[in-house]
């Protein structure tokens, strides 16, 4: 069975195309909150031509967002599409993890129910490198432990060069050393190894919070910047969100 999973998020909307429960295709757009049902009808349909997806060939569709304004402009355009109403999953959709919260996002919740499927038997973290820096913990039973949420690492990038006049906008990538004497450099070292410390201190309190080495899973856009440069990540993958969202819509 192939199935259309859409993670709209607060800066990005990732599509995946599943077979079964593997996804084989995966591609981005920009979220801009104010689009029109025949907007995302044609992109939807253009990048469907690109990917060379048949409408007719997806039997179902499932949604998650954490932008509200956006969720039903899409399930409108997936519906012109395919002809079928799209499942929208939220954290009141059942599923093996405990959300505990009725504040908790759909793309936390996802995190881990992705984690508690993919990787069952220990304690997980996921830390999600997205618009906020969030990092969540489940138990081998699918019990919530906590989310600690910070400010996103392209969010703040983009917040100090808006608000300083010399600063420029850089590629976020690891600085050629830790110490600067160029601007660029001196930047870079803030942003990967500032907030890479920050990750690692989330891992650390966690881990003596709840007395366990739990297994550690990184995602989110910026996610490959981090990943190489600490053993504290065991895995890092883009598409833990989607899969999570898969995983509470398959059933539905």
């Known amino acids: 069975m192939n199935s259309i999973v859409i993670n709209v998020g607060n800066s990005n909307i990732r599509f995946g195309l599943f077979n079964g429960d593997n996804c084989d295709i995966s591609w981005v757009i920009n979220t801009k909150p104010y689009r029109t049902v025949d907007e995302l009808y044609v992109q939807i349909l253009m990048l469907y031509q690109t990917y060379k ?3 007719e060939d997806i039997s179902k ?5 954490v932008v509200p304004q956006l969720t039903k402009v899409i399930s409108s355009a997936i519906k012109k599409i395919h002809g079928i109403q799209p499942v929208i999953v939220d954290r009141s959709t059942p599923s093996g993890v405990q959300a505990k919260s009725k504040q908790m996002g759909t793309d936390i919740y996802a ?11 220990r304690k997980k973290i996921v830390i999600d490198f997205g618009t906020a820096l969030t990092a969540s913990c489940v138990t081998e039973t699918g019990e919530t432990l906590g989310v600690i949420i910070a400010p996103g690492i392209v969010t703040s990038l983009n917040s100090l060069i808006s608000q300083t006049a010399q600063l420029p ?3 976020l990538k690891k600085p050629k050393s830790v110490l600067g004497l160029d601007t660029v450099t ?9 907030f890479l410390g920050m990750v690692e201190g989330f891992i650390d309190r966690i881990n003596d919070e709840v007395n366990d080495d739990c297994f550690v899973v ?15 990540i065991h895995v890092m993958d883009r598409l833990h969100t989607l899969k999570g969202l898969y995983f509470l819509g398959k059933d539905v």
């Open 53 to 55: 997806v048949e409408p």
């Open 186 to 194: 001196c930047m870079q070292s803030g942003m990967v190894y500032g």
């Open 61 to 65: 569709v499932i949604i998650g967002s």
């Open 218 to 232: 990184a995602t989110g856009g910026v996610s490959h910047v981090y990943k190489p440069l600490t053993d504290k």
């Open 169 to 171: 906008d850089i590629e």
């Open 111 to 121: 995190n881990l129910v992705a984690a508690h499927n993919l990787y069952p038997n």
